[in-house]
Structure formats: structure tokens, C-alpha cells
């Protein structure tokens, strides 16, 4: 088998927060808060910090050692641009994107919806229909209202129903339009940073909070999951739910006993506690995948760097093997690599869809590949330096003269035409026959 079924999903990604610009919710709130600058400052002094950069990412603008950095303000503006954005998506062959709808734009007041803005996300899938790109919408990236925080956030008792009130809002107005609904993007990572590493919105730091939030969150899932069936049901629409869900394939060290002990553990808590407590609803299984982690009496990845991450493509095959069992579609939602100069990017796609054409052969039912991610993008807490967009955009140009300001400008990388080679064949033509 070397093509994939006739109308096997191909695109990319991206989230509100990350590509839009002129945000206000819970994490532009963080990104200027006094805590944040004293962390950043401490961090860009740190001499260990600096050095764990090569000099080409110290060098570029945006560059780490630059608060500015951390801060998404206009991020790719690409809620301006987004029709120009999706003409080159268009252009590179895509036939879905995913995207995410800004809670705080369209409940900036609690209870109080912004028409203006849901006006916008109208324009926006109406723009994705018009170039044939399915729709696959994700409700919750990671920010929230301003409002939303103040009254707990996801540690409120009443969290499920916030969200729950937004999300059938949101499917009243497009379920005619949208059937792939991707309810929370990587509730484990948000959970595991927020609450227990403490480095990302709300950095509580606490087991038992971030106990909570798991609950809550699967809680606010499922709630979520029955009201936009229902609202779909009733206008007899086609309704396709999930999450994304960011599995790592953990291996031992070596064989002794505490190492395959930490791994099992590992593998229960990372990759299968949340997937039990949605059990039941979910109509599709998504996969966000970027690294395989070694178990070495603790959990640590074998190289440093939060973005300098293991490239595993066999990682990949074996996650899309183990949410097989599930026994429901899968589609994966996220699948990238930070890379700057763009030499790795081109074997890396090509190695992790051969990864989906092996799985394919052993049964698991792959129906859609969203490359993370379209643009270069605002990465939450490491700012704009890392970069994973198919698209280069030039955050601040270096010239001479200088020039003023940004120009944002779009220019299309060599691994993406690399991609659109795949997604043309609609496979991979040198993958053996089977």
C-alpha cells in the first residue's frame, strides 16, 4: 500500500493564541504579569540559559535573550491575514486546516457573547469551505477569558458549565458548517505545566490541584461532548468529536526493574488516565506526537531543551499502535519539528507518514494528518524563537538601514513543497506495495 484512501484529511495547524495577535485572555495577562518579568529576567541573565543556544538563535530577531520575545502582542496577525494565510495553504495542497476559536474574543464578559467576533470565525470557515478545506475546530488551546480565571478557572467547581455554555454557543452558530470538533488540545500538557511544573498560566504547583483540573477537565470534556451532539442532532448534522491528545512513546533505559516500573507508570499516567476518564466519548481519536522520552529512574529527555526533542519516528508508529486498541478513527492533529533553517523538516515529514502508512498496514485506521505547524508561531512560554511553521515569517527584518516595525511577511519554506509532493500522490510513491 503506498497511497491512502480517497478523502484522507492532509493540512496543518494552528491556535488562536499562537497566530492570531491582539489577544487578551489569561495568558497575555500572564505574559506581562510583574512574576513573568522577574522570571524572564532572571532567566536571559542566567549564563546556562544563554549557552544552551547556538548562535544562530541567539542571533535572530526575535531572539531569546530579548523579553520582547515572550511577549505575543501582534503575534503573525494572522487574525488580518488569515485569508492570505489560507490562500497558501490552499496553494501547498491542503484539503483541511485545524484552528482553534478564541474563547476570550467571543465571551470576553462572562455570559456576554461578541457578535463582531463570532462574525469573524463565520468568515473565517466560510474561507476554509470556499478554498475546499475541511474545518477541524478546536474549542480550548489552552487560554480562557480573563473572567474565566478570576472565578477559579479550571479549579472552579463550575468550570464545566462556563465552558459548556461557550461550546453550545459556538455549535449553534456553526454546526451546519463544522463536523470535526476537537473539544481540549493536550489537557495532560496544560495540567502538567500549569500545576505541577509550574511554568506555564496558573503556575500553582500543586498535586492535588492539578488532581482537581484532570477531574474538571474531563468533566467539562464530556459535557461538552453531549452538547454538541445534541445541538447537531436536533438539525440532523453530522458531529464528529474528540481531543487532542499529545501521547510520548516512553522506553527504558535498560532492563532493570525500576526503569520498565517508571516506564509502566509513565505510559498509565501520561498516555492512558485521561483517555479512560472520556471513555465513551470520544468519535475519533486524536494524536498530537513529537518525541519519544527514556525512562532512567525518573523521566528526562535524552537530550536537553524543551524544543531540542528526540526525533522518533518508530515512537510515532508505536503510538499509533497503542490508540489502535481504542477501536475509533484516528487523526492526527500535531506532528512538527523546530527547525529554523529547514534541513530537517523534509525527512522528518517523510519519515513520520511513512510511520502512518506502516500503522495503516497493521490495521489502525488513520484518516487524517495535520502538520504542526502552517505558520511560524508564538510558542507559549519559549516565546517566537522556535520555529515549526512550514511558513517563515519574518518577525523583524534585518536591513540597512534598519527598517521600522515588522513586516510579518509570508515566505513558504522548501520542506512544505515537500509535503505537497505527499499529499498530491496522496502517499508516498517509493513506500513498498503491500
Given amino acids: 500500500m503506498n497511497e491512502f ?12 493564541h499562537q497566530v492570531e495577535g491582539g489577544n487578551r485572555n489569561d495568558w497575555s495577562e500572564w505574559e506581562k504579569s510583574e512574576v513573568r518579568s522577574r522570571e524572564l529576567e532572571a532567566r536571559i541573565k542566567d549564563e546556562k540559559f544563554r549557552k544552551s543556544f547556538p548562535a544562530h538563535i541567539l542571533n535572530a530577531s526575535p531572539s531569546p535573550l530579548d523579553p520582547a520575545n515572550y511577549i505575543s502582542g501582534a503575534a503573525c496577525d494572522h487574525y488580518h491575514r488569515y485569508e492570505e494565510d489560507l490562500d497558501i495553504a490552499k496553494s501547498l495542497g491542503h484539503n483541511a486546516h485545524r484552528f482553534s476559536i478564541e474563547w476570550s474574543r467571543i465571551e470576553p464578559e462572562e455570559g456576554k457573547f461578541d457578535e463582531k467576533e463570532i462574525e469573524h470565525y463565520r468568515k473565517v470557515i466560510a474561507a476554509l469551505r470556499a478554498r475546499g478545506m475541511e474545518p477541524f475546530v478546536t474549542l ?30 459556538i455549535a449553534e452558530t456553526f454546526s451546519s458548517d463544522v463536523q470535526f470538533w476537537c473539544t481540549l488540545n493536550e489537557p495532560e500538557v496544560f495540567i502538567s505545566y500549569g500545576y505541577i511544573a509550574g511554568i506555564r498560566p496558573p503556575q500553582a504547583k500543586s498535586i492535588w490541584k492539578a488532581a482537581v483540573a484532570f477531574h474538571l477537565l474531563a468533566r467539562a470534556h464530556r459535557s461538552a461532548y453531549r452538547a454538541l451532539h445534541r445541538v447537531a442532532s436536533s438539525y440532523n448534522r453530522p458531529c464528529l468529536v474528540g481531543i487532542a491528545k499529545h501521547n510520548k512513546y516512553f522506553v527504558a533505559a535498560d532492563a532493570s526493574i525500576k526503569n520498565k516500573f517508571f516506564t509502566a507508570l509513565a505510559r498509565f499516567f501520561w498516555n492512558e488516565a485521561f483517555m479512560l476518564h472520556i471513555r465513551g466519548y470520544q468519535d475519533y481519536i486524536g494524536l498530537n506526537y513529537y518525541n519519544r522520552n527514556v525512562i532512567d529512574f525518573g523521566w528526562h529527555k535524552p537530550r536537553k531543551g524543551l524544543y531540542n526533542l528526540e526525533i522518533s519516528p518508530e515512537g510515532f508508529y508505536e503510538s499509533l499502535i497503542a490508540i489502535h486498541k481504542y477501536g475509533k478513527p484516528i487523526y492526527v492533529l500535531e506532528n512538527g519539528i523546530d527547525d529554523a533553517r529547514d534541513v530537517s523538516r523534509p525527512s522528518f515529514i517523510k519519515e513520520h507518514i511513512e510511520a502512518i502508512m506502516r500503522a495503516k498496514t497493521h ?52 520542506s512544505a513543497f515537500e509535503y505537497k509532493k505527499i499529499i498530491e500522490a496522496n502517499g508516498l510513491l517509493d513506500f513498498p506495495e503491500t
Fill in 363 to 414: 490495521g489502525a485506521d488513520i484518516r487524517g494528518y495535520f502538520h504542526w505547524s502552517l505558520l511560524d508561531n508564538f510558542e507559549w512560554e519559549s516565546g517566537f524563537w522556535p520555529r515549526f511553521g512550514l511558513v517563515e515569517i519574518d518577525y523583524q527584518p534585518k536591513a540597512d538601514p534598519p527598517r521600522a516595525g515588522k513586516t510579518l511577511e509570508r515566505k513558504i519554506r522548501p
Fill in 140 to 169: 480550548w488551546h489552552w487560554t480562557a477569558p480573563i473572567w474565566f480565571q478570576q472565578r477559579g478557572g479550571w479549579l472552579s467547581p463550575r468550570s464545566s458549565y462556563y465552558f459548556t455554555r461557550f461550546v453550545s454557543r
Fill in 5 to 16: 484512501p480517497k478523502g484522507f484529511l492532509w493540512g496543518a495547524a494552528t491556535s488562536a
